[in-house]
């Protein structure tokens, strides 16, 4: 057993952190026999209800966990990490609108960006916080020290909720869904994209021939899926999040299989699917095993699927004018 991998989560007592915690300290994303030490970054208002939460993994016994920090700075939280789950943001407000929440959380994503300085060579920082794209842009440009290449943000989630849909659709496993990637931002743009996906190894669209629910019904449940878990629950998600940050963090740590390919917002150096440098877009991604990746080049792209893509590509863009300011 090597040495421990340590991995900090910021919002370490909200509603997904708490989802995710457990499962990591079990010893499901790194292994069994990988052992685990945990960094818990709260505010400092809600150290105490990290504390009971570092009691609760406590007394879970589990041989994989190798012993929990407590932090309210990102700056002590960050020392040394292997990963950086940033999870914690301010959530938006009744009447807030987008620009309004992206400017209230660009502080805290400048700070995180700079503590990461701190971190381990070889960390890995992974956004869930939203806007998550932009956030991690913002954090990306405030910490110099660690190659862009190792930021992402979380689309994951909206993956797994596009092929949840399209397995109920089919009548099939979920499992059964593959290569069905989530390009541009996490966001009500985002395009969840059908025609390349498959099913059981064919084509998606020969099980599914309906391009109408296809191209409406499907996208705005996916698109608006988010909104709609508040309506219901009168919460935002947060097991499904914290499930969804696990499996982005795992697509990154094994090789991705032949043939297959995941969704991850990452930096953009302008050369492929026309989408301009700089930005943090959601592509098709092959995991190389390390951590390392590739952006799938050359998939085919219909003129409505390119028209979607647009769309979000403009919006990455609004939301970038609007931070213009913190990202040095």
Known sequence: MG????VAVTGAAGQIGYSILFRIASGEVFGKDQKVRLSLIELPQAISA???TAMELEDCGYAALDGIDIHDNPNDGFKGVNWALMIGSKPRGPGMERNDLIK???PIFTSQGKALAGAASDVRGVVVGNPCNTNALIAMHNCKEVEATRFSAMTMLDENRAKSQLAIKAGVPVEKIKNLIVWGNHSSTMYPDYEGASIDGRALTESITDTAW???DFLTTVQKRGAAIIAARGKSSAASAASSCIDHVMKFANKTPAGEYFSAAVPSDG???DIPAGLIFSFPIRSNGDGSYEIVKDLPLSDFAR?????ST???LQEREVIKDLLG
């Open 3 to 6: 040495a421990p991998i340590r």
């Open 50 to 52: 990290a504390e009971g």
């Open 104 to 106: 209230e959380n660009g």
């Open 214 to 216: 296809l191209q409406s």
């Open 271 to 273: 050369s492929v699917y």
């Open 307 to 311: 028209g979607k893509i647009k769309t």
């Open 314 to 316: 403009d919006e990455l």
